[in-house]
């Protein structure tokens, strides 16, 4: 086996070809002989950062993000178990599409998110009030909305406006197509950051770990 | 003072060749309901509607067309799915048709005589024909049968279909074209101009390029040539640079911009063969001052207009409805003092 820069190449040449038993068999750690926390810090999240960089860049398309965080989470779950210890210790975190119907970007950051070990509940599709029932219901101390339609970025100003009274220190990371668009946007609508995908989304989380 | 007609405007820059003024496509969907002090709802619910809206649209800010375009959903509509109405936005396609990849075999296209949602959308054609006097051309609008499954479906099983069940795919993709042609076909017949092929799904921010050759491009390249009439292919606020030599194999004659894009480097790259259409910032317009939007127009002339091939539009093909009149008009007046041939540098 190559030195862990060729592992991260190969397991990300082999994600963007969607070749499911090579990804496989470079992450065994027969191979490698790291932990399985290791493997995903190691390499996993290392290729999801590269794989993040090159569609910023507008080199890749999203398909291949799609594909790509698909087979990492179906890899990860193999490898941690939810419902051991081996995740991680973490903020409660949720995500959700706000009032929209637009699922696809919520479902590629969630598998990166889980891709990178850490466990986040799927809200689904909410509207402003239901979501912030769940965030209040579930202790949730990192939100993660969704949306590709403008009216929908608009509403979370409503979302932020309830959590202000109800639970003023939940952080609002948003992301989507308007918010690419226009920069400002995310200040516009009060949240906290927004993430272009979710290597950003993953930043954000590792920052409010060591806040 | 005007020189030429809308439709004059439009055919000299797609010669690429400089107009009198360069030509601008204000791409306003739900704005004709403020118009008519209705409901989205109630706006959309007949083609008299429309057609009225867009005539009033086209008095108020004089750009060169009119746009008879409903809600991309209309199309799922006419397939038998729900669409569902907000107050402030565009209508959203309901819950998917197709729930599993195997009820596509089952699958029958609708036909587009007598169908409702379509029919209304020929009624505001048939009727904005009558009254364009042959002066303004009214610019149809089909969703392509590469880009459609993301509503009848939903994206992520979308997805899954293209890349791991070709065989259905291709079913699904043969249904989808006869549809389409026929619809683009009725809209031509009852009067458009032009049919915009709306394929967001090939643009290379959704798709690799690799992947399009085997699939958006066929399907493109198939379904235009038996569309009876000029076409342009929009990519939806998606990127074309890196298949733009592709698009121009397709037989289209523009393409739509990203904002994503350098405008320079777009009108660069289709080299007289496409004509470019493009790329105002429609969420950040929500937000600009007049002297943005001023900035905004008159940047965009400077980088793309000289020599003709090129029409004013915002990056989306619709408008958003939170864009004040205000701006509309400021975009429409500077368009007009601004984008004179020749052009003043």
Request: hydrophobic residues 40%.
């Amino acid at each position: 086996m190559g030195s862990s820069k060729d592992i991260i190449y190969e397991f990300e040449k082999a994600l963007l070809s969607l070749d499911k038993i090579e990804t496989k068999r470079l992450l065994n750690n027969e191979n490698i002989n790291l932990t399985p926390n290791e493997i995903v810090s190691q390499i996993v999240v290392p290729a999801m950062e590269r794989i993040g960089e090159s569609w910023q860049e507008g080199n890749l398309a999203l398909s291949q993000i799609y594909m790509s965080g698909r087979i990492c989470e179906t890899l990860i779950d193999e490898l941690l178990d939810s419902s051991s210890n081996k995740r991680k210790n973490q903020p409660n975190m949720g995500i959700a599409v706000l009032d929209d119907f637009h699922f696809l970007g919520k479902r590629i950051i969630h598998s990166q998110i889980r891709s990178a070990g850490f466990e986040i509940k799927d809200y689904g599709r909410k509207t402003v009030e239901g979501l912030v029932s769940s965030i209040i219901e579930d202790k949730i101390e990192i939100i993660f909305i969704s949306t590709l339609m403008y009216p929908s970025a608009l509403s979370i100003k409503l979302v932020k406006e309830k959590l202000s009274d109800l639970a003023p220190n939940v952080k609002i990371i948003v992301g989507g197509a308007p918010f690419n668009m226009d920069k400002k946007l995310w200040k516009e609508v009060g949240a906290d950051a927004m993430g272009s995908d979710g290597v950003e989304a993953l930043k954000f989380i590792n920052q409010i770990i060591k806040e | 003072m005007n020189t030429m007609t809308s439709l004059q405007r439009v055919l000299t820059a797609l010669g690429q060749k400089e107009p009198d003024r360069v030509p601008l496509f204000l791409l306003l969907t739900m704005h004709g309901a403020k118009e008519l002090g209705m409901s989205i709802k109630e706006y959309f619910s007949k083609g008299e509607n429309v057609a009225k809206g867009q005539l009033l649209l086209r008095e108020k800010y004089g750009n060169d067309c009119y746009y008879a375009f409903f809600y991309a959903p209309i199309e799922v509509e006419a397939w038998g799915a729900d669409v569902i109405y907000r107050e402030d936005g565009p209508p959203n396609s309901g819950e998917p048709l197709i729930k599993n990849i195997d009820d596509i075999l089952k699958l029958k296209p609708p036909v587009v005589k007598g169908n409702l949602a379509l029919e209304k959308n020929l009624e505001c054609i048939r009727l904005l024909k009558e009254n364009g006097a042959d002066e303004v051309p009214i610019i149809g609008v089909v969703m392509s049968p590469f880009s459609l499954p993301v509503m009848q479906m939903g994206f992520e099983k979308y997805l899954i279909l293209m890349h791991e069940h070709p065989e259905t795919f291709e079913h699904l993709m043969k249904l989808n074209e006869e549809f389409i042609v026929s619809w683009a076909n009725a809209q031509i017949e009852a009067g458009a101009t032009a049919i915009t092929y709306f394929d967001p799904v090939s643009s290379t921010s959704i798709i690799p390029r690799e992947l399009f050759l085997k699939t958006g491009f066929q399907i493109a390249k198939r379904t235009i040539s038996k569309i009876n009439g000029p076409t342009a292919i929009h990519l939806a606020s998606g990127r074309c640079l890196p298949i733009i030599d592709d698009l121009a194999q397709t037989g289209t004659a523009i393409v739509g911009t990203s904002v994503l894009e350098d405008l320079v480097e777009v009108k660069s790259q289709c080299n007289g063969r496409l004509t470019v259409l493009g790329n105002l910032n429609g969420i950040e317009m929500c937000r600009w001052t007049k002297r943005e939007a001023e900035n905004a127009v008159k940047d965009a002339i400077d980088k793309a207009a000289a020599g003709g091939g090129f029409i004013l539009s915002d990056n989306h093909g619709e408008i958003p409805y939170q864009v004040s009149d205000e701006i509309i008009m400021t975009i429409a007046e500077t368009t007009r003092k601004y984008g004179k041939y020749p052009l003043k540098r």
